[in-house]
């Protein structure tokens, strides 16, 4: 499930800096507070899920 959604926010990505070709402006993605992107957040939580409960 954690990759469907990485590789739709990867999609996402990817059209969204197409449109930013086309209109010929710079693409920033959305950061978060910590300072990460929606696909570094995908990327990094497959370690969070084999970690037990109390971690």
């Known amino acids: ?5 990485r590789w739709n ?13 086309w209109e010929k402006t710079t693409y920033k993605p959305f950061m978060y507070e910590n300072g990460d992107t929606k696909k570094q957040l995908l990327a990094r ?6 970690k037990s409960p109390d971690k």
């Open 9 to 21: 926010v990867i999609n996402e990505e990817t059209n969204d800096i197409d449109n930013a070709k």
């Open 1 to 5: 499930m954690r990759i469907k959604h």
């Open 45 to 50: 939580s497959r370690y969070l899920i084999f």
